[in-house]
């Protein structure tokens, strides 16, 4: 599988972005995904997870309410719908799958593949 995000940019505080992550291959179906975030000098942090059929989604505390996860299985792709944007969410943006999950979505030495990650940058 291999991911490409998509969608990050400058955004003033209070306003939104949608960020999404194509991917290849015909077994995306089969995998969970992911979205992660990495601030400079912070490690990566789990941000939220949408199960293989969509049914199922979580998210960080810190983005609840705020951010939606969403998976389109036809287009082989995955949205993160983010809005109320702080500068404390600026960070690269990174999508992921993972085959086999059960309570380990949020841990990323989970996942098996990554996309290159997508800058977003809130101004204050």
């Known amino acids: 599988v291999q991911l490409v995000e998509s969608g990050g940019g400058l955004v003033q505080a209070g306003g939104s972005l949608r960020l999404s992550c194509a991917a290849s291959?015909?077994?995306?179906?089969?995998?969970?995904m992911g979205w992660f975030r990495q601030a400079p000098g912070k490690e990566r942090e789990f941000v939220a997870f949408?199960?293989?059929?969509?049914?199922?989604?979580y998210y960080a505390d810190s983005v609840k309410g705020r951010f939606t996860i969403s998976r389109d299985s036809a287009k082989n792709a995955v949205y993160l719908q983010m809005n109320s944007l702080k500068p404390g969410n600026t960070a690269v943006y990174y999508c992921?799958?993972?085959?086999?999950?059960?309570?380990?979505?949020?841990?990323?030495?989970?996942?098996?593949?990554w996309g290159q990650g997508t800058q977003v940058t809130v101004s204050s």
């Open positions: 291959g015909r077994t995306f179906s089969m995998y969970g």
């Open positions: 949408v199960t293989m059929s969509g049914g199922s989604t």
């Open positions: 992921a799958a993972l085959k086999y999950y059960i309570n380990n979505y949020y841990d990323p030495k989970s996942y098996d593949y």
